[in-house]
């Protein structure tokens, strides 16, 4: 069965510091993809990133990048020089190949809090 | 503004009473899903449809019908729900895996159906 872990329940970090949202996985396949996504107070889930588990390549955007460890199922999203904007509850999300219809598992999510 | 539109954004109804919740998008996605969502918890996936066909039930109460009348509309039919079944409702599509060159391709989601029962 595949989990999802997002151990970090709640941070909060001063606008403008980084801020590392920490991401673990199991799985037995070995074909595999990650997501992240955004869920601001307005409640859409806003897709932020897509990662299969042949492609380890870190991805930067904007101020946002993602560490991708397959040695440790490890998906971590960093936010730099953080925003008030970024204020969002944070889910990562795995999806196996052979359920056919992208079924997801989310993590527990994490709300950040960016104060001002 | 999201792709994926869901309405009414707020329902509140009884126990007795039989409302639907819609959601269309106009994207081109063969896929479209119904998830709930609880406070402080992620979002659970209750049914999928591909080429509106019902694909996947997880094992859903029969107070909630499904329905896919073409690829750009899903609905979900509401009757005799209990107070538990207040929640976030969120829908989303996404391609078809097997429509595309390659991969699990992400879902975008709606706004979501804010239903309280009473």
């Known amino acids: 069965a595949q989990k999802v872990t997002q151990a970090q329940t709640e941070i909060s970090v001063v606008e403008k510091e980084d801020v590392t949202l920490d991401c673990v996985y199991e799985t037995r396949d070995t074909t595999y993809y990650l997501f992240w996504y955004k869920q601001p107070p307005s409640g859409e889930l806003v897709f932020l990133i897509r990662r299969n588990s042949f492609d380890e390549q870190n991805e930067i955007s904007g101020r946002y990048s993602w560490n991708f460890q397959k040695s440790t199922s490890s998906f971590n999203f960093t936010i730099t020089a953080s925003q008030v904007v970024d204020s969002a509850v944070y889910f990562c999300a795995l999806s196996e190949t052979n359920f056919g219809n992208e079924k997801l598992t989310f993590g527990t999510g994490t709300r950040l809090t960016i104060i001002p | 503004d999201t792709e994926v539109t869901q309405t009414p954004k707020h329902l509140v109804m009884g126990m007795t009473n039989k409302k639907s919740l819609k959601c269309e998008q106009h994207?081109?996605?063969?896929?479209m899903y119904w998830y709930k969502q609880k406070a402080k918890k992620p979002p659970e996936l209750m049914f999928v449809y591909s080429y509106e066909k019902l694909s996947i039930n997880e094992s859903v109460p029969s107070r909630f019908s499904p329905e896919c009348p073409n690829s750009s509309l899903l609905n979900l039919h509401l009757h005799a729900l209990q107070p538990e079944d207040s929640a976030l409702y969120l829908c989303a599509s996404s391609q078809d895996k097997e429509t595309t060159a390659w991969g699990n391709q992400p879902q975008h989601f709606g706004d979501g159906t804010r239903l309280s029962i009473l």
């Open positions: 994207m081109g996605h063969r896929a």
